[in-house]
Nanobody, 127 residues
Framework: QVQLVESGGGLVQAGGSLRLSCAASGRTFSSHIMGWFRQPPGKEREFVAALSWSGRTYYTDSVKGRFTISRDSGKNTVYLQMDSLKPEDTAVYYC?????????????????????WGQGTQVTVSS
């Protein structure tokens, strides 16, 4: 059974940093696209960042230069380093994994690309 478990969320002041972790179990995802999405209060879930099997990274415009996605294949874990946090970054953050290996990165921003999802972790940024 595949599981994605996020951790690292919490309450932080504006300008602060958090690092989210997503630990996968049940299969390895070193050759798969991994992504982070978020759902702000009262809004739809939205794409944040993705990391392809080749190491290419993708970010939504609002987090470019502030967030960094990375992976540790040995630990089957993907990370989201979030710096210079803003109140508008407040959301539940979800980790997601594409079940198809070596998939094209063309649709990384599309939720339907991902087959597995974590339960989410709350990030709250106070002003």
């Amino acid at each position: 059974q595949v599981q994605l478990v996020e951790s690292g969320g919490g309450l932080v002041q504006a300008g602060g940093s958090l690092r989210l972790s997503c630990a996968a179990s049940g299969r390895t995802f070193s050759s798969h696209i991994m992504g982070w999405f978020r759902q702000p209060p009262g809004k739809e879930r939205e794409f944040v960042a993705a990391l392809s099997w080749s190491g290419r990274t993708y970010y939504t415009d609002s987090v470019k230069g502030r967030f960094t996605i990375s992976r540790d294949s040995g630990k089957n874990t993907v990370y989201l380093q979030m710096d210079s946090l803003k109140p508008e970054d407040t959301a539940v953050y979800y980790c997601a994994a594409d079940g198809t290996s070596y998939n094209t990165g063309y649709y990384v921003r599309d939720e339907t690309t991902y087959d597995y999802w974590g339960q989410g972790t709350q990030v709250t940024v106070s002003s």
